[in-house]
């Protein structure tokens, strides 16, 4: 079993910065990939960013350039690095950890991009 925590949303304007952290415990050496999922109400959860064990990442085009997914594997943690943040990004976002037969999703956190 893993267990995910997100921290790190809030509100912040146009072209602002955050930083996302998914905390995470439990059977963490089975996980094989990780990442950070989008959604909004009315709408299905969406892709944001994932990345491998072997640190291969890849992100949803609306957010290329401007999000960074990483993780330190001594806190056991991954990161989402959100800049230059526009209305459209406002969601809650998730955390997720997927191997052979099983995923796991944290609880979410929201992030509101408004003036």
């Known amino acids: 079993q893993v267990q995910l925590v997100e921290s790190g949303g809030g509100l912040v304007q146009p072209g602002g910065s955050l930083r996302l952290s998914c905390a995470a415990s439990?059977?963490?050496?089975?996980?094989?990939?990780m990442g950070w999922y989008r959604q909004v109400p009315g709408k299905q959860r969406e892709l944001v960013a994932v990345?491998?064990?072997?640190?291969?990442?890849n992100y949803a085009d609306s957010v290329k350039g401007r999000f960074t997914i990483s993780r330190d594997n001594a806190k056991n943690t991954l990161y989402l690095q959100m800049n230059s943040l526009k209305p459209e990004d406002t969601a809650v976002y998730y955390c997720?950890?997927?191997?052979?037969?099983?995923?796991?999703w944290g609880q979410g956190t929201q992030v509101t991009v408004s003036s």
């Open positions: 997720n950890a997927f191997s052979t037969g099983w995923t796991t």
């Open positions: 439990g059977s963490i050496f089975s996980i094989n990939v």
């Open positions: 990345i491998t064990s072997s640190d291969t990442t």
